[in-house]
């Protein structure tokens, strides 16, 4: 789960560009929207792109999205209880 | 006004800057440090040419004292091509699925129009004209008629990109020299094609009289005569009038016939390069000279430059034999600030 979780901060810096923001800047359990990091609307519709390119897992309910994208911790639970035992 | 092109023409003293020349048939920008402009977590999602167009934008209106424009009207042959070509990329690479939204929107032609309009909270009217040649030209005729009407303070502008993919394009084409020459020493070369730029210009369109006024706009596709008497005849001028000419003579000996005989000729594609849109920058620099009465001193060191005082400055640019416009500035009683 931490490699998974530190490795998902480094897709998310990549992926949405994130110039001056290191992986230990992003605490596991901080709001990716709003505050924390203060992404947007168009930020969630990257993160989508990010699972389904990076981990074969298509978001098809927005509500649903709505959870899995609240901080790396979700995210990173929602990838591993997608993934085959 | 504000331009941010090949040349330091973004800024001040821009009749001191040395002259930018590139060996490889193709310009780029000199770009300005973006963080003055806007937040770090609108830059990082923006390509190039977005962030080159909104600075522009925001440089030409901060210097015209204007928060909110009356309206805003942009030109642009291509658009964002980086974005354009990611996207495209993105469809082939995965079959159609996952792809990024931030490329796509921004591939769209209006995306610095929307962006300017986010960033200055202007609800008011946003139009962008892509017309190949004639797409600034459009966007300032629309302006225009926006003045008119009795608006005020219309931001009107132009951007345009080049790209590493797109210059390969045109070169199968035959836009660009074959040879490499050095951009100084353009109008040495009368061979087929040109060179590449790039380029962004913005200006605030007023009612209320300024130093320059712009008299006259037309556009004239692929003429069978010149149109330049006809041009200088609605404006009751003649040639011995015209103190100037800013040409858009670019070297290439298929089209350069065009500018034959022009007299007092100032040509502006060795600072620039060639894309849809270098009427903007040609505009721009036209105002310059009239605003200073001084021709940017660095910038022509391969020419004779005709001497001031300028009252009358023509500038005639066409698009690859296409598209031809004839503009007209003067000094004194104006619009553009």
Not at chain 2, 247 to 266: A, C, K, T
Request: proline share 5%.
């Amino acid at each position: 789960m931490e490699d998974l979780k530190q490795k998902l901060k480094v897709q998310i810096i990549e992926a949405l560009n994130l110039q001056d923001t290191k992986p230990e800047d992003i605490d596991d359990n901080a709001p990716l929207f709003g505050e924390g990091l203060g992404l947007d609307s168009i930020d969630s519709l990257e993160l989508m792109v990010l699972l389904e390119r990076h981990y074969h897992i298509k978001v098809e309910d927005p509500r649903e999205g709505r959870k899995i994208l609240q901080s790396v911790q979700s995210m990173a639970e929602f990838i591993q209880s997608k993934q085959p035992a | 006004m504000s331009a941010i092109s090949p040349q330091h023409s973004f800024g001040e003293n821009v009749f001191s800057q040395p002259l930018m020349t590139v060996s490889e048939n193709v310009f780029a920008c000199v770009e300005p440090d973006y963080r003055a402009y806007m937040p770090p977590n609108s830059i990082r999602r923006m390509t190039r040419i977005l962030k080159v167009g909104l600075t522009a934008a925001l440089q030409c209106m901060q210097d015209a004292g204007i928060t909110v424009p009356g309206a805003i009207v942009t030109g642009t042959g291509k658009g964002s091509l980086s974005d354009t070509e990611r996207f495209l990329k993105e469809i082939r690479e995965y079959k159609e699925t996952a792809l990024n939204a931030t490329p796509f929107i921004q591939s769209t032609y209006n995306a610095v129009n929307g962006l300017i309009a986010l960033q200055q909270k202007c609800t008011q009217y946003n139009n962008t004209f892509v017309h190949r040649g004639f797409s600034f030209e459009n966007a300032l005729l629309d302006a225009m008629l926006l003045i008119a009407e009795g608006n005020k303070d219309i931001l009107v502008g132009a951007f345009e990109e080049i790209t590493a993919e797109h210059f390969y394009i045109k070169s199968r084409i035959g836009f660009w020299k074959k040879e490499k020459i050095a951009s100084n020493e353009l109008y040495q070369h009368p061979t087929p094609g040109t060179i590449s730029g790039e380029g962004a210009a913005f200006f605030l369109l007023s009612d209320t009289p300024g130093e320059v006024q712009l008299s006259g706009l037309k556009m004239v596709y692929k003429p069978k005569e010149s149109y330049l008497q006809k041009f200088l005849a609605s404006h009751e001028l003649n040639l011995e009038d015209i103190d100037l000419v800013i040409s858009g003579r670019n070297g290439d000996s298929n089209f350069d016939h065009y500018y034959d005989g022009l007299p007092n000729e100032l040509p502006f594609k060795h600072l620039c390069g060639e894309y849809d849109t270098s009427g903007a920058f040609a505009l721009w620099l036209g105002a310059q000279i009239l605003k200073a009465q001084q021709v940017p001193a660095n910038w022509f060191p391969m020419l004779t430059v005709p001497a001031g005082p300028y009252k009358n400055i023509l500038i005639y640019n066409h698009f690859f034999g296409e598209q031809h416009v004839y503009m007209l500035l003067t000094l004194n009683t104006g619009y553009l600030k």
